[in-house]
């Protein structure tokens, strides 16, 4: 993560994510699927790690191994042609966008950490019990725990979307996109982004997408103002642009430059 500051001065923490070679490996068709999707992939990965199967997928659609292969359900006038690389600018700014990820883990966890339990009175009459969860059960009827009862347990490592977070500035020509705030994840983990679904598509949207055929060079950059710092405190996501979704890895943190005294 990281911050700027927008046109009225305000303070904006933002989270830095990177599409890292995201291409499209794949279509679902309604013939032959049943159902429209685009199959999305991003990162590298060697071919020594990864199985002849997906070898195989991967050769068919000319493309290298990718690290994280996804599907996204689209329109069936959204989809896009296999190899093609989706770039920042399928956001706009100002766009709401829904951001899934596995949070971080936090291992066993008690009631009032998990589940925000007040906790037993910290005064006379409750001794060193201060923290713990208190009744769980009833009396002689029905005098059992019912499942699915807030208890202390595991916390974290778990797929959570945060729904309608705002795009802050994309950056097409390095492959970053800047969100709002926090998103799920930890650093060097990856995100899913797609279309809000509970908010408005903005006008001047790219349909289907905004993408480079295999063989094209890399768009002109598209950004209103240049991203000159945020290579310092980037958070690693990933995300996976389709028409309607997208994935991305932020890059590594650069080493801060060492001024001349």
């Not at 989270?15 to 992939?41: F, I, M, N, P």
């Not at 807030?150 to 390095?174: C, P, S, W, Y």
Request: glycine content about 12%; proline content about 5%.
């Amino acid at each position: 993560m990281t911050r700027f500051f927008d046109e009225a001065g305000t303070h904006v923490p933002v989270t830095v994510l990177s599409l890292d070679g995201l291409q499209v490996v794949g279509q679902r068709t309604q013939e032959k699927d049943g159902y429209v999707a685009l199959q999305l992939g991003a990162g590298s990965k060697k071919a020594k790690n990864t199985t002849k199967a997906e070898r195989g997928v991967f050769a068919k659609a000319n493309v290298e191994p990718k690290r994280v292969v996804t599907e996204f359900r689209i329109r069936e006038e959204g989809l896009i042609d296999i190899g093609a690389e989706i770039t920042a600018d399928h956001f706009l700014p100002g766009q709401k966008v829904d951001v899934s990820g596995l949070t971080i883990g936090k291992g066993f966890a008690g009631g009032m950490k998990r589940h925000h339990f007040g906790g037993l009175r910290a005064t006379h009459g409750v001794s060193l019990s201060h923290r713990s969860l208190g009744s769980t059960g009833q009396r002689q009827d029905p005098g059992r725990t019912f499942k699915g009862k807030k208890m202390a347990g595991h916390l974290g490592q778990e797929n959570i979307t945060t729904l309608n977070v705002t795009v802050f500035r994309v950056d097409a020509e390095r492959g970053l996109i800047l969100l709002r705030g926090a998103v799920p994840g930890s650093e060097g983990t990856w995100v899913r982004i797609r279309d809000a679904i509970k908010g408005k598509t903005p006008e001047g949207l790219p349909t289907p997408g905004a993408f480079r055929r295999q063989g094209e060079e890399a768009a002109p950059k598209i950004s209103d103002e240049p991203v000159e710092d945020v290579a310092v405190e980037e958070v690693p996501v990933m995300e996976a642009a389709a028409p309607e979704a997208s994935l991305a890895e932020a890059p590594e943190a650069a080493p801060e430059e060492k001024g001349a005294e």
